[in-house]
């Protein structure tokens, strides 16, 4: 990659190095897209939605759940953390002056601090869990919704209580955020593996496929999709072909018209059959493994590279990603 400063030079100069055709335009960042309830693209191909799980958990029943909810369904897990921990005595709720209790019977304004660590909001679908406090949703959940904006996108709030059920919390929460799609929620308190797989199924949640398929002079290699809102934001606008362009006989890559979610970091190590991001629109594809200084948001890997570096020949070849 020595050739990436000169490369984006070059690219800037001659404003299109590459052309990208056939599957939805990346004009749109994916974060701005909302996807149908069914999240068929118009085409008719199923894409498997992707799924956030969130949750907020004092004692840890809560996140247990959340825990199996995300490893049936593949979704990505993500822990809401108060940016200052509730400190042990607020597990006595008959004492008025702990701060969850201040909290909760204070205004309903009240937004604790979080520690705002998640990776953008470029998801379809939030499990968005947490424990009643009493009779409703702690207020950092509340501060989570502040924080990232899930307008349009479908939210599904689940609890652990020791008895109350869900439909305060939720129709709190609903009016609160009229802009998110609210579907209807449970109390998940003991629900074995299986339970919660068909309560997920019925949500219409399958474990989602990191499969995909990169296609170049008529051969097919199989790929996986890195598990990160790159990934995903790729994975919307597939398939996809890139008129790729040759770099210093160890990648090809091509510029998007649009940006993706990024997270550079130095990999130390490019392998061959890497698929990266660089910078926040240029996609690589690498067919060589050498070490590298520069640093790239992994979008996925082919995982056999025989015939790979054949395939994609010594020019600026057609590749296809597909699912
Ligand atoms: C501050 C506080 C308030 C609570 N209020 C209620 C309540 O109103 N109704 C209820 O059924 N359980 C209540 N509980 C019990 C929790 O909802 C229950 O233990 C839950 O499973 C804890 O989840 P967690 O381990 O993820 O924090 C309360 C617990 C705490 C600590």
Known sequence: MRCHLLLALAFA???ISCVQSVGPSPDIAPEDKTDTPENTDPSGNDKPSSVLVACFSFTGNTWSVAQTLASISGATLYRITPAVAYGSDNSNYYD??????????GPASARPEIQATLDGTGYDTVLLGFPIWYGKAPRVVFTFLDTYDFSGKTVIPFITSGSTGISSAASELKSAYPAIDWKTGDRLNGRSASALQEWLEGLGISKQSTDMTVTVAGKSFSATLADNSTARAFADLLPMTLDMEELNGNEKYCYLSGSLPSAPSNPGRIEAGDIMLFGSSCVV????????????TRIGKITDTSGLKAALGSGNPAVTFSR
């Open 13 to 15: 100069l001659l404003h």
């Open 96 to 105: 008025s002056s702990t701060r969850a209790y201040q909290e909760q019977y």
């Open 285 to 296: 594809l690498f067919y060589e493994s050498f070490n590298t200084s520069y640093s790239y």
